[in-house]
């Protein structure tokens, strides 16, 4: 029996080969029938033609009909010369193709799908009808088209060549996720707006924002109402009035502590790799975690492309590459490098740069002392990698690999009478490295599951030698964390999908000051182990989309629990209006806090600690928004309420320049206001203006006054800016920003110092009731594309911040003049000043 079952797949499998054989056909055997059957002669090279199969034709052609079938399904040319002679040849011709997207499920055409040509940066979008067309296409190109939500399809150019009707293409749906996308260009090109009210910023097709010159991952995601830095540092994002730690950053999975190269100006992203950036400020998903303010979810390209590209480029601060490498059909690897070049060159820009970032640091200052002498090198790279293996349809495995680095070293020298008196050598390194793998696997056309897990170290040390009293004062912040995830979705029905799952995590912090004269040494690590649950429905049908969830927290050392219910909920009540509603609880167990002004020479004075439940609690967070918006054509229209409190702060997680500088509390702030957004898009043009009003406020029970406005309190900010297309290959770019001064606090002025022991210290008047001047700036961008080569794409941008120079004070603090303790002295922190940028990328 065992025998005889063996024979019938043998017998099986052959009949499957015949069946096979019978519709394919090598296209040298084809060619050989066609010249004895009409009695003509094809010319041809070998090395064309050898290895290419082609589908029998169906029916009896003739001549000329066989022809077109064969430039219809191969990459070649064929041409007939006359009667008795057709030539083959590789097509060099560039040809038009066009097609009509469809849901293959409701036969719907699909609107904003994304056509795009394999290795190279060519691509658009089909437009309502699901139509498309693309020019000057090689034959032999491959063409991906995707759509979020269904599987993405990959043709060949030739198969769509433009006839008389165009070619209908159907996608099927995907299992895993029913949040489709009722913007395809907000604000700019590449940016897209779910239904859930995420935002996909898309740096492989972004357009140009004002002031910069590359698709700037963190720099991008600001130009949204409620996201915006207080002090221009990519370091310092605020979500609606919250902290940057408060910001779960994620690059493909691993959990990123390190947000910015030149300590936040510039981001630590390479947009090269990270091709799809998604940012949620509330209703988030329940299986994500920490993060009290908002998620940054940066993704990488995840599809085989079967084919080499890459690009190169270069700006007045750094020079960075992208290959992508196909080493088999299943097998291909991505990789991206960065590096400044300004420890051996030093430019206008990096000079701007390089002062702002240092401006408040011993750097800095100790650069104005007589008879000194300072020298300074700073650079940064960045890498990342990812292996790409599809071992079939249903079974896909990544795995990738990410590298920060920031490197300042310091040296200064004072002499007198032409001797030398003291030197002070400083090194300030930054560091943070990322692994992460996962296994995607699709068990039926209902279910999947996606298996994850990563390591993220972060590494923060400085040095700082003084040779006159050989005292050596090293600092060191470090962050390890390990997660796995288990994360299953069965599709239920047509409109409604169930995600559930597990995560774990260990995360360990060390915080570390060492002394050499006198002695002095402070270690501290503390580790906490966190397992999550969660699930969340999500529906989808005709005008209404929910998205409802629940996780729960078990935090193993405080046997502590935590349940926080998500909601997100959509419903259109016209072809132009509709209501949304969120709301979601977070939690947080690692926060940053500020020791000292000086800490890590005053460059990087935060560093990350981990709740112990008691001086340091597990921060918490309630949020809720509703809204109502407006979409007709390319004309939106968009107003939303918020409100957030987050509860478990402390005073030295704030950074306080006030008389609770020094001391130990716990607090919540809470902050309300409305978001105005108003957006029109056109083939040429973009414009849109935004206004966020919104009130911040501390409350610590222990202080006196308990209440009073948050560091971050921007009570109105508004934001104008629109993108132009001169020309098909030149765009132009500009835009300004507007936001009440931030709040300070100033000493009183009839006694602006107070003794304890033998020390001095600023005595403040009442906590941040003071306000900065006004913040402006207007910036502006130019993006050339001249089209020189066929095989490559050139990009020419150019990018000024702050055009008119405007000097703004971004930081206001005081401290006790040295020379009288008995007065202070005032400090400004400053924005950077007009600041040009120019980058050149080519595109293979």
Known sequence: MKGNKYITILVFLFSLTCFAQQNTIALIDFIKATETKFDVKFSYANQDVEGVLITTPKTELDLNQTIYYLNSNTSLEFKSLDNRYVTVSNSTKKETICGYIYNAKDKQPLFGATISVVGKNTGVISDENGYFILENINKDNSINISYLGFKTQSLKAFSLLKQQDCNPIYLDESAETLNQIIITKFLTNGLKKLKDGSLILSTTNFGVLPGLTEPDVLQSIQVLPGIESSNESIANINVRGGTNDQNLMLWDGIKMYHSGHFFGLISAYNPNLTNQVIVTKNGTSSQYSDGVSSTINMLTKDELSGQFSGNVGANLISADAFFNIPITKK???????????????????????????????????????????????????????????????????????????????????????????????????????????????????????????????????????????????????????????????????????????????????????????????????????????????????????????????????????????????????????????????????????????????????????????????????????????????????????????????????????????????????????????????????????????????????????????????IRHSVSVAGNYSILDDLELSVGANWHSGLPYTKPIEDNPTVQTGNDFFVNYDAPNAQQLPSFFRLDASLNYQPNWFNAVKTSIRIGVRNVTNQKNIINRYYKVNPDDNTAVIQINNSSLPITPNASLRISF
């Open 331 to 713: 097998l291909e690897l991505l990789i991206s490098g960065r590096r400044a070049y300004t420890d051996a060159f030093k430019t206008p820009t990096y000079t701007n740069y390089f002062n702002r970032s240092f401006q408040d640091s011993d750097i800095n200052t100790n650069q104005n002392i007589e008879n000194s002498s300072t020298s300074s090198e700073f650079f940064f790279y960045d890498y990342s990698a990812k292996l790409l293996f599809d071992l079939n349809n249903n079974h896909k495995f990544r795995a990738n690999v990410i590298g920060i680095k920031n490197n300042l070293d310091y040296a200064e020298t004072i002499t007198d009478n032409n001797n030398q008196r003291n030197k002070k050598a400083s090194v300030l390194s930054q560091d943070n490295l990322g692994f992460g793998a996962n296994w995607d696997a699709n068990w039926s056309s209902k279910f999947n599951t996606k298996l994850s897990a990563f390591y993220s170290q972060y590494n923060v040390n400085a040095s700082d030698l003084r040779e006159s009293t050989n005292q050596l004062l090293q600092q060191a912040n470090e962050v390890l964390e390990t997660g796995i995830k288990l994360t299953s979705n069965y599709k239920l029905s047509n409109h409604l999908n169930l995600l559930s799952g597990y995560e774990f995590n260990e995360i360990g912090i060390l915080n570390q000051t060492l002394v050499n004269a006198p002695a002095y040494e402070r270690t501290k690590k503390d580790v906490l182990l966190k397992h999550a649950a969660f699930t969340e429905a999500e529906f989808n049908k005709n005008n209404t989309y929910f998205r409802l969830g629940v996780r729960a927290n078990y935090f193993q050392k405080f046997d502590k629990l935590l349940i926080e219910p998500r909601l997100n909920i959509r419903q259109q009540l016209s072809t132009k209006f509709a209501l949304k509603l969120e709301g979601e609880f977070k939690n947080q167990s690692a926060t940053q806090i500020v020791d000292f002004q000086d800490d890590f020479l005053g460059v990087e004075n935060r560093r990350w600690v981990l709740a112990n439940n008691s001086s340091i609690p597990v921060s918490t967070s309630k949020q809720g928004t509703f809204g109502i918006n407006y979409k007709q054509n390319n004309f939106y229209v968009d107003v939303t309420g918020f409100y957030k409190h987050v509860n478990g702060i402390t005073a030295s997680n704030q950074g306080f320049y006030n008389n609770f500088q020094y001391l130990n509390a716990t607090g919540a702030y809470t902050a309300n206001g409305i978001e105005f957004l108003i957006n029109k898009t056109a083939k040429q043009y973009s414009a849109w203006m935004s206004y966020t009003y919104s009130t911040n406020n501390y409350d610590f029970e222990s202080f006196n006054p308990s209440t009073f406005p948050n560091n971050v309190d």
